[in-house]
């Protein structure tokens, strides 16, 4: 005999899941075997404690940080930690200094994101060395061969132009005194001496590329990183839409900073080499020196260089929430212990598994044999969110903390809601005569209805409270948005599914007492053709407890009517058969 609809509609939903939960499985699998991932969850710093970095700020001789300041700093600071995953990171100020506390140990990438300046300047060049490896920038080959240094520019050369420049291409700015310099300009003497923030915007700068390899004069800044709107990384591709393989970050400017970028490469576009090129600054160094081939009137360039993945997004995230606003440098970096450790991570998985036994031994005592359903569901859910926190730890940086735990256990009861509510519409199916087949499929059309919209309100609070919420907070909520799309998953995929196919069997189809379906013990006995009768072999208890529930179960609607019919009665019996035949 062919499967019915239903039956081949079940199957092909339990196989979907079932090719999730592979397919999860197997991305984690590989993220162990190739990648950083694990099989247990990364925990965040209240359960495992970390890293604390503090920051002091570069000050000059009496000079001063406003709280303003401050707080600008720990703003951004903790959107560019938050950038690369929910690690419920600490930022708080103490004093004149900013305290990172991060879960784990940092890499070296986590500390650039942390304390670069990340001020970016897009400026002419002027003139530019191209350095030999292995001799140092400030030095020329003699005529004995020898690697000679520069001598120690004179302070009696000229250093203002002869005449006023025009433009920041104006090649009168290079002075005497400026090539001089230039000329014995170290680049790895100066290469952590360089300070973004005192750089002179309106004057030229001496400075390098981060590989060594160039040597620069740079003209005035012409664009500024606060011109800037957003920025994202990504791998290059050619004109044709061919990968390269090589990761590029690009910048996209606000309406100012894209009529002064389509100005400056339609002067450079014209010049020769290497006036034609303009540097991208970042921190007083050279990221990137490309020629201007075109006018870029769209505002957004392309950053490339010797940039890794890490590299490129951290920079982009640098970028997009902008430069702080003072220098800092790292004066400590200590190790901290968890601040609430193992003891309290025990007592939230015991409350956790506390409360999955009471909602096992309800659905059981509510619903006898049908509450295996329940089981197997929420067997189900557990299963598919412990895979998505692990992903979300390998790929996101997510790290569970006692919020976020709190937040799974909170999802228990949320996760049984929805399986109490498909339940219940399937007993008030089979109340109205319908059998167990044909209830399952009408329960379902009502209950799922019921389902969407309060999985909706529960998901709608979840994001605002992770977009508003900070630190912990947005643990919990993170975690509660993700078990409630699990939870519409679990029962469109797994719940609904299973019960099409027990509606199908023997068992469940007998309604015995046992199953959680009796149809006396719901109210009404079906006779055929949608007509019914009190149940006549039932106990007076027993229907009396069964006549209360089905008027229970009426709308103030019915009631009414029921009272208007029969004189105040909340129930009709009139138009009930009394011989016990058909009508």
């Not at 019915?4 to 899941?17: C, M, Q």
């Not at 708080?92 to 991060?102: A, E, L, R």
């Not at 409350?351 to 096992?360: D, K, P, S, T």
């Amino acid at each position: 005999m062919a499967k019915s609809t239903p039956v081949k509609k079940a199957w092909r939903s339990l196989t979907w899941l079932g090719v999730i939960l592979i397919g999860l499985f197997a991305i984690n699998a590989a993220g162990v075997l190739w990648g950083n991932s694990s099989w247990a969850p990364k925990l965040a710093l209240d359960l495992e404690g970390g890293t604390q970095i503090i920051l002091a700020p570069k000050l000059e001789s009496g000079q001063t940080v406003s709280n303003e300041q401050l707080n600008q700093a720990v703003a951004i600071i903790r959107q560019r930690v938050d950038a690369s995953g929910v690690s419920e990171a600490e930022i708080t100020t103490q004093g004149q200094n900013v305290v990172v506390s991060i879960p784990g140990t940092p890499d070296e990438a986590t500390l650039n994101r942390i304390e670069s300046s990340a001020k970016l300047e897009f400026r002419p060049v002027l003139t530019s060395q191209q350095l030999t490896p292995g001799q140092p920038s400030n030095t020329f080959i003699g005529e004995d061969g020898a690697s000679t240094p520069y001598p120690t520019p004179d302070p009696g050369l000229e250093s203002t132009p002869t005449a006023s420049p025009t433009n920041a291409s104006d090649l009168s700015q290079v002075t005497p005194a400026l090539y001089a310099a230039f000329q014995a300009y170290d680049c790895a003497a100066n290469a952590d001496s360089l300070d973004a923030t005192a750089a002179p915007a309106a004057d030229p700068l001496i400075t390098c590329d981060v590989d060594g390899t160039f040597k620069y004069v740079l003209g005035p800044v012409e664009v500024s990183g606060e011109d800037l709107s957003d920025a994202s990384a990504g791998i290059k591709t050619t004109s044709s839409g061919a990968s390269t393989g090589e990761w590029a970050v690009y910048p996209v400017f606000n309406e100012k900073g894209t009529a002064l970028f389509a100005d400056v490469t339609g002067r450079l576009t014209s010049l020769q080499s290497p006036q034609n090129q303009f540097a991208i600054v970042l921190d007083g160094n050279v990221i990137s020196a490309p020629q201007s081939l075109a006018v870029i009137s769209d505002g957004k360039p392309e950053i490339s260089g010797s940039f890794t993945e890490e590299s490129a997004k951290t920079l982009a995230d640098q970028l997009k929430f902008g430069a702080l606003p003072i220098s800092f440098v790292v004066q400590s970096q200590d190790t901290i212990s968890a601040t609430l450790g193992s003891t309290q991570l025990e007592s939230g998985l015991i409350a956790g598994l506390i409360g999955l036994i009471l909602v096992v031994i309800y659905t059981l005592f509510q619903y006898r044999l049908l509450g295996t359903v329940t089981i197997a569901s929420l067997v189900a859910a557990a299963v598919l969110t412990y895979v998505v926190i692990l992903l979300m730890s390998w790929r996101q940086g997510f790290r569970l903390s006692l919020a976020g735990i709190a937040g799974l256990i909170v999802a228990i009861g949320f996760t049984a809601d929805s399986f109490i509510v498909y339940f219940e519409r399937i007993k008030d199916e089979l109340r109205d005569g319908r059998g167990l087949e044909s209830a399952v499929e009408a329960g379902w059309k009502r209950a799922k209805r019921t389902i969407y919209a309060a999985k909706g309100v529960n998901l709608l609070s979840a994001v605002v409270l992770y977009v508003l919420a900070i630190g912990n907070v947005r643990g919990f909520a993170l975690t509660l948005g993700v078990t409630t799309i699990i939870d519409v998953i679990v029962v469109l995929l797994f719940t609904h599914p299973m019960m099409q196919l027990l509606g199908q069997t023997k068992l469940f189809n007998s309604g015995k007492p046992f199953t959680g379906l009796d149809p006396s013990a719901l109210g009404a006995i079906y006779r055929g053709r949608a007509e019914f009768r009190k149940p006549v072999s039932v106990p007076g208890a027993k229907a009396a407890s069964s006549s209360r529930e089905a008027a229970k179960r009426q709308t103030i609607a019915e009631r009414k009517q029921a009272a208007l019919v029969g004189g105040g009665s909340d129930t009709r019996t009139d138009d009930l058969p009394t011989d016990g035949k058909d009508s």
